[in-house]
């Protein structure tokens, strides 16, 4: 987590670090938008070999 | 260049860095620099504004009187199928992205989106989706004309370009999904390390909740398509009775993404109106946490009301109960927001330029596309509703008067900050009361066509819709050449006229008014603490600089 204080001002490295930590997010995210791309076929093929 | 406006740690920039990279290729096709693909985005908007609308022009052209005159019905059915289309996720959405990548970092202090090379690619997959969609306006059977909401069997029976349609929506999604995850990963990580969630102006609120429920949306709207691009070239029957299949399952999973997806389209129309009515009224917006709290609401109750489009097609009475309720509760939250702007305005000092005046419409009209909309979800009563022109004139009050009258405010709004230039007060003028009368005038009207029983989707119609149906083309037409005005309007505004200052609106608060006018290509490279005093809403939710006052005394 970055530091939350109104004296140090952010560095070109604190860029980076928040840039870093904004893949992870994009990463989980994209994973996220995948399995629900996955269950709701899942669903219809459930529903059709029924 | 130094910024003469503020000297705070927030807009010091010590170098030069306005410096564009040159060419066109370089700087538009190879960008990854916010502002220019948020204009990418609004111009791309803009252009399918247009072919959207042309289309929508043919469809009142022949509406204009009964029986069948300039196109024929096969012709007409793409026409409602691909305007929905155009419209939907080639003007709206867009605009509103556009609108994200130019004021989501200048709002929260940061100097780029977090994934800048993510944002080109989102962007440029857009042209290519819609060069697809198009193109089969000129195939052998033409285009798609099941409607937009694609059911089946009837998408099925639309030769090859229903596979080009499945993959344009495919494109179009991964495009919205990637926007989406950027959005999202900027809010999270980006903001100037003092802007607390509750500082956050209400556009950046209302986009980071919308860009949950793309996330949420987005790939189920793929896997239907996906499952229609099988059963159109694979044989399989996911959604064919005759072979085991079950059509009504794809309404299900549809309306699942399709009625998340109409709410996409209307809260950051929210978040723009939540900007510009503090503005021009002078007041703090009325309710901020509220606000949130209601487009939270809002967008949870989103996910759980999908049938309510489809109580005709038949379920047990209980699913009825259920939906018809949980529709109604959407008015709920909604209302909050309604009253949250009127109590912002109550005793404020307004003032009516162009932007709040399409707010204050977009207050009144949106309301009106709510009413019909609580009245469908009655299910008894959407039984007659459903399938007529009740239901077109609800979604053009929301979405036209709704989310494109927010668009249209925020272009007007924000304009001064992209290019440097005042519009023309007066002709912003003009636009407005020729919009706002001749829109009315177009979609009024068919209420009363839809309650006596007009259908959706037909080229031609019995003689006693005639008067109505005459009324509404012209107010179209008419709505259509306001359109081109806007268009002239946003042209000489771009290349020249009266200077903008930094803060251009005497009420405005926020960091976007804090750099100059244009934006210069950077800003906030120095990423740091953001004077919160700046924001409308900065210090009264401030936890982070009490703290920091406290460390002060203490030492
Ligand atoms: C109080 C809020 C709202 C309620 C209660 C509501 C209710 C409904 C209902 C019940 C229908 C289905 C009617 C039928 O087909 O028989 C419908 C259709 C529709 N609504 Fe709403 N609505 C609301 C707000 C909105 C908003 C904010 C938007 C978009 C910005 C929107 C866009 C649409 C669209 C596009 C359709 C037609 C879809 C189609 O069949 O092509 N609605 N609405
Ligand atoms: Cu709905």
Not at chain 2, 88 to 97: H, L, N
Not at chain 2, 114 to 132: G, V
Not at chain 2, 334 to 348: D, Q, Y
């Amino acid at each position: 987590m970055r530091k939350m204080t109104n004296k140090n001002k952010q560095t070109e490295e604190q860029v980076a670090a928040n840039r870093k930590a904004a893949r992870k997010t994009a990463v989980i995210l994209a994973v996220v938008a995948l399995a629900v791309f996955a269950y709701s076929v899942y669903v219809v093929f459930d529903h059709a070999t029924k | 260049m130094s910024q003469d406006i503020t000297h705070d740690e927030v807009a010091h920039d010590h170098h030069d860095h306005d410096h564009k990279p040159k060419g066109f290729v370089k700087r538009w096709l190879m960008t990854t620099n916010h502002k220019d693909i948020g204009t990418l985005y609004l111009v791309f908007a803009l252009a399918m504004f247009m072919v959207g609308g042309a289309m929508a022009m043919i469809i009142r052209l022949e509406l204009f009187q009964p029986g069948l005159q300039f196109v024929e019905p096969a012709f007409f059915n793409q026409m409602t199928t691909m305007h929905a289309l155009v419209m939907i996720f080639g003007a709206v959405m867009p605009a509103f992205v556009g609108l994200a990548n130019w004021m989501i970092p200048m709002m929260i202090g940061a100097p780029d989106m977090a994934l800048p090379r993510m944002n080109n690619w989102s962007f440029w997959i857009l042209p290519f989706a819609f060069t697809m969609l198009l193109a089969t306006l000129f195939m052998p059977g033409g285009a798609p004309a099941g409607g937009w909401t694609m059911y089946p069997p009837l998408v099925l029976q639309g030769g090859h370009n229903v596979g080009f349609l499945v993959f344009a929506v495919h494109m179009m999604g991964i495009s919205s999904i990637m926007g989406a995850i950027n959005v999202i990963a900027t809010i999270m990580n980006m903001r100037a390390p003092n802007l607390g969630y509750l500082n956050m102006p209400l556009f950046v609120w209302t986009w980071l909740i919308t860009a949950f429920l793309l996330i949420a949306v987005m790939p189920v709207l793929a896997g239907a398509v996906t499952m229609i691009l099988t059963d159109r070239y694979f044989d399989t029957s996911f959604f064919n009775a005759a072979g085991g299949g079950d059509p009504v399952l794809f309404q299900h999973i549809f309306w699942f993404f399709g009625h998340p997806e109409v709410y996409i389209m209307i809260l950051p129309a929210f978040g723009i109106i939540s900007e510009i009515i503090p503005t021009f009224a002078r007041k703090p917006l009325f309710g901020y946490v509220s606000m949130v709290y209601a487009t939270a609401a809002i967008a949870f109750l989103s996910f759980i009301v999908w049938a309510h489009h489809m109580f005709s097609v038949g379920m047990p009475l209980g699913g009825s109960l259920y939906f018809m309720y949980a529709t109604m509760m959407i008015a709920v939250p909604t209302g909050v927001k309604i009253f949250n702007w009127v109590g912002t305005m109550w005793r404020g000092s307004m003032t009516f330029e162009t932007p709040m005046l399409f707010s204050l419409a977009f207050v009144v009209l949106f309301t009106i596309g709510g009413f019909s909309g609580v009245m469908m979800a009655l299910a008894p009563v959407d039984l007659q509703y459903h399938d007529t022109y009740f239901i077109v004139a609800h979604f053009h009050y929301v979405l036209v008067t709704g989310a494109v009258y927010a668009i249209i405010a925020g272009a007007y709004y924000w304009l001064p900050k992209w290019s440097g230039h005042m519009y023309n007060e007066r002709l912003g003028k003009i636009h407005f009361w020729w919009s706002t009368i001749s829109v009315n005038v177009l979609f009024f009207p068919q209420h009363f066509l839809g309650l006596a029983g007009m259908p959706r989707r037909i080229p031609d119609y019995s003689t006693q819709f005639a008067e109505f149906n005459m009324m509404s083309s012209i107010g179209g037409f008419a709505f259509g050449l306001a359109q081109v005005l806007f268009v002239y309007i946003v042209w000489k505004t771009v290349r020249g006229g009266e200077k903008a200052t930094a803060q251009v609106w005497e009420g405005a608060k926020g960091l976007e008014w804090t750099v100059p006018s244009p934006a210069p290509h950077h800003t906030f490279s120095e990423f740091g603490p953001v004077d919160l005093s700046k924001l409308a809403n900065g210090e009264k939710f401030s936890i982070l600089s009490d703290i920091d006052e406290k460390d002060d005394k203490q030492k």
